[in-house]
């Protein structure tokens, strides 16, 4: 954390007394609080200094705590125009992309056309140096640690827990992150998703889309082909997007995570109802990455022209000695007698192609009428 007396001096807001949306100095990148009803505000209804909850436990990025000028400075302040606009060049992705988290109970390379590794599983602290760095450092090797085809593409992900979401932002810049991701031929990376907690103030969730996009634009400007990461717990948090897209014309791909609160129908359909307005609004077409989410294959497929889906269930399932089978439009996971340690190699590309295409069929049949809903 940046603790730069002076910084934190022109960061620190003037005058900030009340918790009023109408007196926020925030109020225009935040966009505002929804409750559902008509009174209170973020700071109201979830900060220490209003509701009552321990102080102590609170880890909030919030203007009554006193280490809040510290998180300005590490930041560079809550704001957003002072970034640079991001030029994505055009990705040709896959309806559905494998994650591969090792190598572990595999013997031969697995040749698939694209696959995804979570960053944090390819940047890592060193035991023996304490240094954080790439667990390979040229393209060929780092395919050889995850016992990948030399031709396979990598796209890299950012959701991960917390703690290595936390551990990438203080170690990033020290490290040059970006510049070690640079040399291994990655094909496009997603931007890291800090949390968007419901029992915050705004100014938390400011915070964290800052930190996201300073990173993005970190790896943008080393080279990388890069994803945004669209958070989004308030009405305005998509107005956000929606500018941040129409200032960034080139950027068409975009990212966002159904396997924590978007995981419930109810809250993921909006998410993707939402993604649509803002694909309306620019007009121009989205290419949503679903990371998790394969129960909303057909409820995406009918309002986006490509889309595709990425998650580690073929990966699991083969670990577990479980192959896919597919009857009726549906798939199922059987269990199969495996020698103690032996390889799963053919389980896992058999899982791979059956759940893949199992994914393509249920869009085309969406798309076809089959399936509205």
């Known amino acids: 954390m940046i603790r730069n007396e002076k910084r934190r001096a022109e960061l620190r807001p003037q005058g900030f007394e009340s918790p009023s949306c109408n007196g926020c100095q925030w109020r225009k990148d935040c966009g505002g609080f929804h409750n559902g009803r008509l009174i209170g505000n973020c700071f109201e209804e979830t900060c220490c200094e209003f509701t009552g909850k321990d102080k102590d436990k609170c880890n909030a990025v919030c203007p009554y705590k006193n280490d809040f000028d510290d998180w300005l400075a590490d930041t560079m302040g809550l704001q957003f125009d002072d970034l640079p606009t991001f030029a994505q060049p055009i990705l040709d992705l896959p309806v559905y992309i494998p994650v591969i988290d090792h190598r572990s109970r595999r013997v031969a390379p697995l040749n698939w056309p694209v696959v995804s590794l979570t960053t944090y599983n390819v940047l890592r602290m060193h035991r023996g140096s304490g240094e954080y760095r790439a667990v390979s450092n040229d393209p060929d090797s780092l395919r050889d640690h995850f016992l990948l085809g030399k031709d396979t593409k990598i ?20 490290a040059a992150a970006p510049a070690q991701l640079a040399r291994l031929n990655i094909h496009a990376v997603m931007g890291p998703n800090f949390s968007h907690f419901l029992d915050v103030p705004r100014t938390d969730h400011l915070f964290n889309k800052r930190r996201q996009l300073l990173c993005l634009s970190d790896l943008h400007a080393a080279g990388m082909a890069t994803v945004p990461h669209l958070n989004a717990v308030m009405p305005g948090d998509w107005r956000f997007w929606t500018t941040f897209l129409q200032r960034n014309s080139s950027v068409r791909v ?9 995981k419930n129908p109810t809250q993921g359909k909006k998410a993707i ?11 121009r ?39 896919v089978s597919r009857t009726d439009g549906k798939v199922a996971w059987k269990s199969r007698f495996r020698l103690d340690r032996q390889d799963v190699d053919e389980l896992l590309i058999d899982n791979i192609r059956g759940y893949s295409d ?6 085309r049949r969406a798309r076809s009428g089959a399936i509205l809903n």
């Open 285 to 323: 077409p989205l290419h949503p990455v679903l990371v998790g989410g394969a129960q909303y294959v057909e409820f995406v497929s009918t309002r986006f022209q490509q889309f595709t889906l990425t998650d580690s269930t073929p990966f699991i399932k083969a670990l577990h000695r479980q192959k």
């Open 155 to 174: 796209v890299l992900r950012g959701v991960a827990r917390d703690s290595q979401l936390e551990r990438y932002w203080e170690n990033h810049a020290a």
């Open 273 to 283: 109802e939402h993604l649509a307005t803002v694909q309306n609004s620019i007009r």
């Open 254 to 262: 975009v990212a966002i995570e159904f396997q924590t609160g978007n």
């Open 358 to 363: 199992w994914i393509e069929e249920r869009a």
